[in-house]
């Protein structure tokens, strides 16, 4: 049997080891969650956000204040209104303290949301430029560039002359479709004509005989700078226009810092505020604001507007809306597809029952600053008199877009050989010049080249893109968080390595035999529209629709359509629709176009005729219908007109976000104050 081992006692090493009670961390371990035991509070309840307590604190001021009104007897609390959120203490009507501002795509509508119609401001500002030439030409070539000066036939080559071919096509289908006769050689009589008054001096009026000489703006004092109207009247070269926004976007290309494009918008809105309003900078902090913004937004330019208003202005509080939605609005509709044709911009979305449909949101960066482009370029093809029209000058500019509110029109029935007559008032001219034109087609092709844009030029617009203002990113993962739509997806061309997302199309949508082949819709010029749109005998995919791509992986010009009216229309409503027949329906019967940039006589019948080609399934009596604007109202104030109904309603309480939530949240505080979601 082995012997026992000898217990060795710690004294043996001459270690006597002694308990000192301290610890091996001093952190202290933290064991497993029980999930099965989990219960928190956080964020469950309406008094844990800080815009239900602001509410809360606001309606128990209120009530205390009327309270103590009433038993002062002046007046009786039962002659206060509830739903006046601007009552004061001279009985001020609703509205009076609220300004709604509609910032377009070149013009500024703003106004106090108890008047009847907005003020309109072009977002234009000029500065004092020592040594700048503005009408010196210097030797460059005008614009539109020809390759002949007097223009004429192929003054603009073969590839124009080759775009405008489907328009023309789609033209003659249509008058042979109402059976109208076309004038024979129309174009070259037309052409003939004015080739002569080329040759013939104008008509020279004395100043005293025009009753609408125009009233330079007077620069003897040389302000260092004018804004709005004034801006665009000016005689002196040595001032230079700047455009703080254009086609929708911050300008970025003619500015070589942030703080230069934020102060001439600064300048802009208080010059207009000062100018049109009455309302000088130190009363900034008794007004609230109501923004319209764009419905498919960058958050970036969201929240240049929010700084601009809230921290440089001082404004109490400011709401923020979608453009559909007060168009639906002010057009006194709960269920409609907005279509808003700006200057240079068009958008369409969906609304149901007062809310926008997020996935039928569409916008496209074209509008009525394209049509009066080619508009100029088809008046150069036919000899136009006054040949050295250069859209660059602000009074040749200001010259076309009125002959296109004149003449232009998409009435078949008036097109004929027509005479007319136009008035060149120029800084340059101490007299009014006469010339004398005819015109044939010109004047309908221009309108109708919104359903065929692959004739429009895009340039340089998305010059200088996030060169000074970067993209909103996500504060957790960085990643881009602007807003998406399916339907804006699934107009875009195809990019290699991309995953589009795409919904199965719908089962009739074939294109009538009326509208040739060559005139079918394309987009970008590169690829035809979808399959959805156009062709209904192609195979359509039932898979699930697929994430959308990030959006840091297209291009700035890539991020936009550029797909005809017409198509974009019935995409936006099959994505609206949901594959809800009774909703299709009645968004197909609500069609409301608002904007400037669709102001034709007969535009609202000839979309109809677009769209019933497109949905032959739709063509009877009353199922596409393009409803005006109610009451004769203008189509370009529809949208001011519904913030300023929406801001005086008494549910819109709990869309204002006040000046202590802005500074203490940022924009973070519209996710509590957005009917969708920000």
Not at 348 to 360: E, L, Y
Request: proline share 7%.
């Amino acid at each position: 049997m082995a012997p026992k081992k000898k217990r060795i006692d710690e004294a043996d090493y001459g270690i006597n080891r002694q308990s000192n009670d301290f610890r091996f961390s001093s952190i202290e371990p933290y064991y497993a969650f029980n999930q099965k035991n989990a219960y928190a509070e956080y964020l469950k309840r309406d008094e844990q956000f800080l815009s239900y307590r602001s509410d809360r604190e606001e309606a128990e001021a209120k009530a205390t204040a009327k309270a103590a009104i009433s038993v002062e007897g002046d007046p009786p609390a039962a002659e206060l209104d509830d739903e006046d959120t601007n009552i004061t203490a001279g009985n001020e009507r609703l509205g009076a303290k609220t300004i709604v501002i509609h910032p377009g795509s070149r013009n500024l509508r703003l106004g106090l949301a108890n008047a009847v119609f907005p003020k309109t401001v072009p977002m234009v500002i000029a500065r004092l430029m020592p040594g700048h030439q503005g009408r010196v030409m210097n030797g460059r070539e005008p614009e539109p560039k020809r390759m002949k000066l007097d223009g004429g036939e192929g003054a603009f080559g073969d590839d124009f002359e080759t775009k405008i071919t489907p328009i023309e096509a789609s033209f003659r289908a249509r008058m042979r479709l109402l059976k109208l006769r076309t004038v024979p050689q129309g174009h070259e009589l037309a052409a003939s004509y004015n080739r002569r008054m080329q040759q013939t001096p104008p008509e020279k009026i004395p100043e005293h005989n025009d009753p609408y000489r125009v009233d330079w703006t007077d620069t003897t004092a040389s302000p260092k700078r004018v804004c709005g109207l004034p801006a665009l009247r000016l005689k002196d070269d040595r001032y230079k226009l700047f455009w703080p926004i254009k086609h929708g976007m911050l300008n970025e290309s003619d500015y070589s810092s942030r703080e230069e494009l934020i102060g001439d918008m600064h300048d802009v809105l208080q010059d207009a505020l000062d100018s049109e309003l009455g309302i000088k900078a130190a009363d900034y902090g008794e007004y609230s604001v109501c923004l319209v913004v764009p419905d498919l937004y960058e958050k970036a330019y969201n929240d240049v507007f929010f700084r601009l208003l809230m921290t440089d202005f001082g404004f109490s509080r400011i709401m923020v809306q979608q453009e559909s939605l007060c168009g639906s609005f002010g057009a006194g509709m709960s269920t409609s597809v907005v279509v808003d044709v700006g200057a240079q911009t068009t958008s369409i979305a969906c609304v149901d029952d007062g809310f926008v449909i997020p996935d039928s949101r569409i916008l496209m960066k074209y509008g009525g600053d394209d049509i009066t482009l080619l508009w100029t370029k088809l008046l150069l093809r036919s000899s136009l008199p006054y040949h050295a029209v250069d859209i660059r000058r602000v009074h040749d500019w200001l010259l076309v877009e009125e002959l296109k509110a004149r003449f232009c029109t998409m009435n078949e029935s008036d097109v004929n050989i027509r005479l007319y007559d136009f008035y060149l008032r120029s800084p340059t001219e101490p007299q009014t010049l006469k010339y004398t034109l005819k015109l044939y087609d010109e004047y309908i092709f221009a309108p109708m080249s919104i359903y065929h844009p692959q004739v429009y030029e895009q340039g340089d617009k998305f010059k200088g893109r996030y060169t000074l203002i970067s993209r909103s990113e996500d504060i957790y993962d960085e990643s881009m968080n602007d807003p998406e739509s399916v339907a804006q997806n699934n107009l875009l061309p195809k990019v290699e390595g991309s995953n589009v997302a795409t919904l199965p199309a719908p089962e009739l949508l074939a294109v009538d035999d009326a509208i040739p082949k060559n005139t079918r819709p394309v987009v970008n010029n590169a690829s035809p529209a979808p399959a959805s749109i156009v062709d209904s005998s192609t195979p359509r995919p039932s898979t699930a629709p697929s994430p959308p791509p990030p959006t840091e992986a297209r291009h700035p010009s890539s991020s936009y359509p550029i797909t005809p009216l017409d198509a974009a229309i019935v995409e936006s409503i099959r994505l609206g629709a949901a594959q809800s027949e009774d909703r299709l329906k009645r968004l197909y019967g609500s069609i409301l176009v608002v904007g400037g940039g669709a102001g034709f006589p007969g535009f609202a019948t000839h979309l109809e005729d677009r769209l019933r080609m497109l949905r032959p399934d739709l063509a009877g009596p009353q199922q596409i219908a393009v409803i005006p604007p109610p009451r004769e109202m203008d189509a370009t104030h529809l949208c001011w007109k519904g913030a300023a109904v929406v801001s005086k309603l008494l549910s819109a309480r709990e869309y204002w976000v006040r000046k202590q939530e802005w500074e203490l949240l940022g924009w973070r505080a519209l996710a509590q104050r957005t009917v969708w979601q920000y």
